[in-house]
Nanobody, 121 residues
Framework: QVQLAETGGGLVQAGGSLRLACTASGRAFDTYSMGWWRQAPGKGREFVAAITRGGGTTTYADTVKGRFTISKDNTKNTLYLQMNNLKPEDTAVYLC??????????????WGQGTQVTVSA
């Protein structure tokens, strides 16, 4: 079992940056693959990025490729999402998810509560 808590959301102007963090409690953080998803008002949950348990492989949605970077620090039990050149269409609640040993494009068995990101034009 792992419990996840996201932080780092907020209000930012278009073109700005934010870094989200997802801190995990529980054991064996390094055995979990993880990722970020987002949900905008009135829309379904959308895959953003994922990373393997050791951090060696990352995947991104086409909509964020080149702007967002996912990383995982197994010494701090924390997953990150660095978001640069933010656009108004990036506005959503961002959620992290974990599963092991791999994580599906639809998400894993464990989810955080989410953090709101709002990008103004």
């Amino acid at each position: 079992q792992v419990q996840l808590a996201e932080t780092g959301g907020g209000l930012v102007q278009a073109g700005g940056s934010l870094r989200l963090a997802c801190t995990a409690s529980g054991r064996a953080f390094d055995t979990y693959s993880m990722g970020w998803w987002r949900q905008a008002p009135g829309k379904g949950r959308e895959f953003v990025a994922a990373i393997t348990r050791g951090g060696g492989t990352t995947t991104y949605a086409d909509t964020v490729k080149g702007r967002f970077t996912i990383s995982k620090d197994n010494t701090k039990n924390t997953l990150y999402l660095q978001m640069n050149n933010l656009k108004p269409e990036d506005t959503a609640v961002y959620l992290c998810s974990a599963d092991r040993p791999t994580i599906a494009r639809t998400g894993g068995n464990f989810w955080g509560q989410g953090t709101q990101v709002t990008v103004s034009a």
